[in-house]
């Protein structure tokens, strides 16, 4: 039996694993291409309009979407890729005509009876944000394990690339050990927002007690280096690990430690009144280090079907921010439901909540829910119907003018060669 088609216990989500009850020999690869009209409310450029207002636009326009997905195996060796990309034109307000690309690619390949190594790339480039990504049926990895931006609240053009290299020993059939690291960037276009760099080493054991439960500890280090101010933080994490296979579709991952935060940056302090007269400024600034000890956790419970998956997984951890807002303590909640092969139709619904605390340049807290309903059903055998409905909320308790509400529609015709509904998440 090929390797991929063999079980090898629970997923252990601290290793950024999908859910393994999803895992598939293959799915063919399957480009689309689609035509939609859409209509897009709180578009808010890094900006103040003329009476010294944040914006906060509406429009309706034209988006073309294309992509491919889809997951390969050999005896060794399995790629899985999710790509799309579009081209969004509006109406009116034409300076947020935006082209966005999103890109996630996961291979895997066993060199030994002992020794894999696994690769994840998520990338993209975007104006508009929509939240947390939600699991895929062709990647072999959880995207919400890696640094991509999740909290953007200005529509402004944003880079992200995150790759991650694992190389895991699995010394016995119960004993395993991995080491790896993950490399990420964030560039922003707005020179009033920050970019970041960063970097990733991580190393564990895993201790597989029965067929379907493994325990084991983990260790993490991680560095983010500011783009456009002098700020940065170091991360030192560890945690326990448990995963268990409660049924033959029914998993759960989790674990919880703690992190310590060592960050940097500068901030402006009033001077003494006479310096201030002498030198005409009533204020410098001061580079400041801050320790914090953050109790951290995460945990995802999964529910697979032969052609979908439903799950809910959350946690507490450190984010670099949304350029706006640096190093923060972020809590996290996530639920969604993926479904393939339901006659013609082809549905997904996600729900996020992200609530964060920063602890970098601007102290204070902020956050968003959103929510996501898309849907396609078969026209004829290669012609779909596709709707999507996208709301955020944006929230905080300490700004004010961080709380609005904005939502998103589209509606369209997709083309794609097959039998089955097309997936469109």
Do not use: C
């Amino acid at each position: 039996m090929p390797v991929f088609a063999q079980y090898a216990g629970p997923a252990i989500l601290s290793r950024g694993e999908a859910p393994a009850a999803m895992a598939s020999p293959e799915i063919d690869f399957r480009p689309f291409v689609e035509l939609a009209g859409v209509y897009d409310t709180g578009l808010s450029g890094v900006e103040v309009n003329s009476q010294g207002q944040l914006g906060n636009e509406a429009s309706e326009g034209l988006e073309v979407t294309a992509g491919i997905s889809g997951v390969h195996s050999w005896r060794h060796t399995k790629i899985g890729l999710n790509y799309r990309g579009s081209i969004r034109r509006y109406a009116h307000d034409t300076a947020f005509n935006t082209t966005d690309q999103f890109l996630l690619l996961g291979i895997t390949h066993e060199f030994s009876r002992h020794v894999s190594l696994t690769l994840n790339e998520n990338a993209g480039m975007y104006s508009e944000n929509y939240g947390l990504p939600a699991l895929s049926q062709t990647v072999p990895f959880d995207p919400s394990t890696t640094e991509v931006p999740t909290t953007d609240f200005f529509d402004n053009r944003t880079e992200y690339l995150t790759t991650q290299a694992n190389l895991i020993f699995q010394k016995t059939a119960r004993l395993s050990f991995s080491m790896g690291g993950d490399g990420f960037l964030v560039s922003r276009a707005s020179s009033a927002l920050y970019g970041v760099t960063g970097a990733t080493a991580h190393a564990d054991v895993q201790y597989r007690l029965t067929r379907r439960s493994t325990i084991g500890a983990n260790y993490t280090f991680t560095h983010y280096d500011y783009v456009g101010v002098l700020s940065s933080a170091d991360m030192h994490g560890v945690s326990g690990v448990y995963s268990v296979r409660l049924s033959r579709w029914l998993e759960f991952s989790g674990s919880g430690g703690i992190i310590r935060v060592e960050s940097r940056f500068i901030q402006n302090v009033p001077i003494d009144p006479a310096i201030a007269a002498l030198i005409g400024t009533p204020e410098g600034t001061v580079v400041l280090d801050r320790i914090d000890h953050v109790a951290s956790f995460s945990g995802r419970l999964s529910r697979t079907f032969a052609k979908g998956v439903a799950y809910i997984s959350g946690g507490r951890g450190t984010t670099p921010g949304n350029g706006l807002f640096l190093t923060s303590v972020t809590d996290t909640a996530i639920v969604g439901y993926n479904y393939t092969g339901l006659r013609r139709w082809s549905l997904g619904v996600s729900a996020n909540y992200i609530r964060a605390e920063s602890i970098g340049n601007v102290l204070g807290t902020y956050g968003n829910t959103t929510g996501t309903l898309t849907a396609s059903r078969q026209i004829t055998r290669n012609v779909h119907g596709i709707v999507s409905v996208s709301a955020r909320q944006y929230s905080s308790v300490d700004f004010s003018l961080y709380n609005r509400f904005l939502y998103d529609v589209r509606v369209g015709v997709g083309y794609s060669p097959g039998d089955i509904p097309l997936r469109i998440w």
